[in-house]
C-alpha cells in the first residue's frame, strides 16, 4: 500500500460512518491509517513523503465540515513538509495551508491580509494539482472570505471562475451548491435580478439531476 491508496479507504470508512451508520470514530480510525501510512513510507523510498495522503483526507473532511478535525490533521503533519526540498512537497505543502486557512475561517475565525494574499497566490498550485474538486472549492472558498471583507468584484470573479470549472468537468451538483451560496450573497446586497437569475439556474439543475437519476435509477 502507498500513502494515496491507504487513504483513498480511510477516506471511504470516513465517508460511510458519516453519512450511512452515523457513527463517531473518525478519529480513531484516522490516527490508525495516519501511523500506517507513515510505516509504509519508510519502507521503501519510492513511497516518500509529499503530502497527498493528507490532501486526500483534509479534502473530505472539510466535505464533513469537520474543521476541528482538518486543523489537528495538518499541525500535526506540516513541519515534515517544510523543510523539504522536493517540490511535489512543496507544492502540497502550500495547498495544505490554504486546506488550513479554509478551516479556520470557517469556524470564524478572522483572515489577515497577509493570509488572504497567501491564498490568491496559491492559485498556480491549485490549478498543478489538476483536481477539478479543489480548483472549485478554492474559488469558491475565496468567494466567501472576499464576501467578508466586503469585496463584490472578487467575489463574482471567483463564483464565475468556480461555474467555469463546474461545467468543464460537468460537475452540476457543484454548480449547485455554488449558487446557493450566491443566492445568499445577492439576497444580503438586495440584488433581486441577480437572485433571481442563480434560483432560475438552482432550479433547472435540480430538474435535470433529478431526471438523470430516474434513468439511473430504471437501469440498476
Known amino acids: 500500500c502507498t500513502g494515496i491508496d491507504i487513504s483513498m479507504r480511510l477516506t471511504s470508512i470516513l465517508i460511510y460512518n458519516h453519512f450511512i451508520s452515523k457513527e ?5 480510525i484516522l490516527m490508525m491509517f495516519y501511523h500506517r501510512e507513515m510505516a509504509y513510507n519508510h519502507l521503501d523510498d519510492n513511497y516518500s513523503l509529499n503530502g497527498e495522503f493528507e490532501l486526500v483526507i483534509c479534502m473530505v473532511l472539510i466535505y464533513m465540515k469537520s474543521f476541528h ?3 489537528q490533521l495538518i499541525d500535526d503533519v506540516e513541519h515534515l ?3 523539504t526540498e522536493s517540490k511535489k512537497s512543496n507544492l502540497n505543502y502550500r495547498i495544505l495551508q490554504c486546506y488550513k486557512l479554509s478551516a479556520q475561517h470557517s469556524l470564524g475565525m478572522e483572515m489577515t491580509k497577509t493570509q488572504i494574499e497567501f491564498l490568491k497566490s496559491c492559485k498556480s498550485e491549485i490549478l498543478a494539482s489538476k483536481n477539478y474538486f479543489l480548483q472549485i472549492y478554492y474559488h469558491s472558498f475565496l468567494s466567501s472570505v472576499q464576501f467578508s471583507e466586503g469585496n463584490r468584484v472578487q467575489v463574482e470573479r471567483h463564483f464565475n471562475s468556480a461555474m467555469e470549472i463546474c461545467d468543464e468537468a460537468n460537475y452540476r451538483l457543484c454548480s449547485l ?3 446557493k451560496k450566491m443566492v445568499i450573497y445577492y439576497n444580503e446586497w438586495g440584488e433581486k435580478t441577480k437572485e433571481s437569475i442563480c434560483l432560475s439556474e438552482e432550479r433547472d439543475i435540480l430538474r435535470d439531476v433529478s431526471s438523470i437519476f430516474d434513468m439511473e435509477t430504471l437501469f440498476v
Open 69 to 71: 478535525k482538518v486543523l
Open 24 to 28: 463517531s470514530n473518525e478519529i480513531e
Open 81 to 83: 513538509y517544510k523543510t
Open 177 to 179: 451548491g455554488i449558487l
